[in-house]
Nanobody, 119 residues
């Protein structure tokens, strides 16, 4: 199983981006998914997640601006970001808990995509 993230870039404050993460592989089921971010000098933090019960959760600082979604048919995990702020500048990583018949459930990470917000 591999996760491939895309969609990052340089954007002005107040702008929008859509990050996408594509899951590829054989014989898998996507359970919980999440987007994390890590700014320079900071620890990696969870910004948005969808639980196995399909409940979406967000860190307080992004509520109303970020929307996480999962498309089981396309095997994609998206993060729509609007009203971007300079403090949103970070490398964004997708994460998925994936079940496979041979290995059971485990977490996989995408490679990260850089979001830079200019003021």
């Amino acid at each position: 199983v591999q996760l491939q993230a895309s969609g990052g870039g340089l954007v002005q404050a107040g702008g929008s981006l859509r990050l996408s993460c594509t899951v590829s592989g054989s014989w898998f089921v996507i359970n919980a998914v999440a987007w994390y971010r890590q700014a320079p000098g900071n620890e990696r933090e969870t910004v948005a997640a969808i639980t196995r019960a399909n409940t979406a959760n967000y860190v307080e600082s992004v509520i109303g601006r970020f929307t996480i979604s999962k498309d089981n048919a396309k095997n994609t995990i998206d993060l729509q970001i609007s009203d971007l702020k300079p403090e949103d500048t970070a490398v964004y990583y997708c994460n998925a808990n994936i079940w496979q018949p041979a290995s059971g459930s485990r977490h996989y990470w995408g490679q990260g995509t850089l979001v830079t917000v200019s003021s």
